[in-house]
Structure formats: C-alpha cells, structure tokens
C-alpha cells in the first residue's frame, strides 16, 4: 500500500505564492511520475504539471508561467510552486502519484496511480 500526503495549502491575497508539497511513502514499490491536479468548485479535475522520475516536467495550458514543478527522487517528494496567485487558481490541490509494483517472481509488474486526499488553495482578490 502506498501513502500519499500533500501539505502546503492555505489562504493567501492575490498575487503571493504557496509551495505544495506531497509525500508518498510505503514499501516495495518504484515511483515513475507523479503530478498535481487540482479541482475548484463545480469543476472538473484538472492537470496542473507533472513530472517523470527522469525529471521531465509537463505543464497544463499557461501555468507554466508561475508554477514549478520539481522533485526528490530520494525522499518521494514533488513539490509544486505557485506563484503570482489568482482568483481563479482557488481549488482543492491534488498529488497523484504513478507506480510500478513486482508482483511475483517472473517480474511481472503492476502499475497503479495512488492519490492524495488533497490541500486546499484559497486566493482572496
């Protein structure tokens, strides 16, 4: 089983910055991309970024512009920087985190994606 945290979120006055991080942890399992998503009310979830183990990073739309994706392989850690808040970036922040799992002595691996219960982000104007 593989636990996923996300921290970091809260209220903050349009145009300041919140850094988001989330945590996977367990045991005997390898980790390939993990990303955030994010959902405001009366919407669908949405891809904010992601990034592979190799760190290639993959941003949605114009968000590249102010937010940072990045991670640490060694603590299963990826963080997300957001910056130049806005209004419309308010939603609850969701980390999924994609991994490969052997499941017997073949080799034969399973992926599954795992995610967070979410960090809400508030933008007052």
């Known amino acids: 089983q593989v636990q996923v945290v996300e921290s970091g979120g809260g209220l903050v006055q349009a145009g300041g910055s919140l850094r988001l991080s989330c945590a996977a942890s367990?045991?005997?399992?390898?980790?390939?991309?993990m990303g955030w998503y994010r959902q405001g009310s009366g919407m669908q979830r949405e891809l904010v970024a992601d990034i592979t183990s190799d760190g290639i990073t993959n941003y949605a739309g114009s968000l590249k512009d102010r937010f940072t994706i990045s991670r640490d392989n060694a603590k299963n850690v990826v963080f997300l920087q957001t910056n130049s808040l806005k209004p419309e970036d308010t939603a609850v922040y969701y980390c999924k985190v994609e991994v490969s799992r052997v499941v017997n002595v073949e080799g034969a691996v399973v992926h599954r994606d795992y995610w967070g219960q979410g960090t809400q982000v508030t933008v007052s104007s």
């Open positions: 367990g045991s005997g399992f390898s980790i390939n991309r």
